[in-house]
């Protein structure tokens, strides 16, 4: 049986919709092709038409008239995500929304709502699900050699300055809303999507000059779950890495680009019991609590074909997991009901901050 190759149109030539999704959709042409671009920008339709070999058009509402296509990106600035996808959704189109897919559970629902009673696709470009780092780290914690999970930090800071429309509120910008969903996602996937978590969460405007928050820290908390500690900062001068683990047998830590581990085994351990009295030494002086364990280690680093980024290489597993999933029904691996629990997330963050979100969200 051929292969069945889907016909894209991408909603969006910025950022997004050209230096992700085009450039990634362009190198594997054998199960997507670049039908069609909509941009309100000419010079970016030109470059598409140039680029892609496609058809371009000023807006989304011609494009999709004019074309016959099996999926359609939206790219759209953010705040336009979830209209657009409903509109597309209820046109009977396959959707791919780029992330915040939504500003609030209830519109999570109305799209979810939609594509059930289209019976079409709603997926969303959450890739961070498919860091390699981010692979390495399930697979160890799954192994069990770390124990039982205390604590996971996520650490995304610099120090920048940033003025673009995505520092605005009315565009969904904010560093939660923009950079949030992706280690928010990882988070969630780590403590568990089957109940919502506890949230504290402390915001702030710091570098932007925006309305909308560029340092966030949010902390999740559950009975028999770890404690999830997330930190978006642009007011970072000395960064850390960006993941650190704690397990009652060891822990991991570091990048994108590297981790290190380190557990020790309980049956290698001395045996110990607890001691009411006070500890001495040999020379019977006072002493604290003191013994050797056998520390095993172990590293990971990342390896990517020669020609690849890994950022473009976990673009290409979303797009090969949806492509399966249209094609084929296999599991949509990303869905919008996990991205729901983000949505939650985020509204209960915004609404623990009043002094930079001040109109409840509806």
């Known amino acids: 049986m051929s292969q069945k190759t889907l ?3 991408i909603i969006g030539q910025g950022r997004s919709g050209r230096d992700i999704h085009g450039n990634l ?3 594997i042409p054998e199960y997507f092709t670049i039908a069609a671009v909509a941009d309100s920008i000419v010079e970016r339709q030109e470059l598409a038409k140039k680029e892609y070999g496609c ?4 807006g989304w509402e011609e494009m999709v008239a004019q ?3 099996d999926l359609i990106v939206n790219a759209s600035p953010s705040h336009m995500h979830y209209p657009i996808s409903l509109e597309l959704l209820n046109r009977g189109y396959h959707v791919l929304c780029e992330k915040p897919l939504a500003k609030t559970a209830e519109e999570v629902d109305r799209l979810i709502q939609a594509s059930e009673r289209s019976g079409k696709v709603l997926a969303v470009f959450q890739q961070s699900r498919y860091q390699h780092a981010f692979v390495q780290i399930r697979k160890i914690i799954e192994s069990g050699v770390l124990g039982r999970i205390v604590q996971v930090n996520f650490t995304l800071n610099g120090f920048a300055r940033r003025w673009d429309w995505q520092t605005l509120q009315s565009n969904n910008g904010g560093s939660l809303m923009n950079t949030g969903p992706h280690p928010l996602d990882q988070a969630l996937q780590l403590f568990g999507t089957d109940i919502m978590p506890q949230i504290t969460c402390i915001m702030d405007r710091t570098n932007t000059f925006g309305d909308a928050e560029d340092y966030v820290k949010l902390i999740l908390r559950g009975e028999g779950r770890p404690t999830i500690d997330l930190e978006i900062s642009s007011t970072c001068a000395y960064g850390r890495e960006q993941f650190n683990i704690q397990g009652t047998n060891g822990g991991i830590r570091g990048t994108g680009q590297e981790l290190e581990w380190k557990y020790y085994k309980p049956e290698e351990a001395p045996v110990q019991q607890l001691t009411r009295e006070p500890l001495f030494n040999s020379n019977g002086l006072p002493a604290y609590c003191h013994e050797t364990l056998t520390w095993h280690t172990d590293n990971w680093a990342l ?3 020669e020609g690849r980024s890994s950022f473009e290489d976990m673009t290409e597993q979303l797009y090969m997991m ?8 296999a599991e949509l691996e990303i869905t919008p009901q996990q991205v729901r629990q983000q949505m939650m997330v985020m509204e209960e963050c915004r609404r ?3 002094h930079i979100y001040a109109v409840p969200v509806n």
């Open 322 to 329: 949806l492509y399966r999933h249209i094609n084929e029904g």
């Open 67 to 69: 074309e016959e296509l």
């Open 55 to 58: 058809s371009a058009y000023a």
């Open 7 to 9: 016909k894209v149109g």
């Open 303 to 305: 390896s990517v074909p």
């Open 25 to 27: 959709l362009a190198k």
């Open 352 to 354: 623990q901050n009043p």
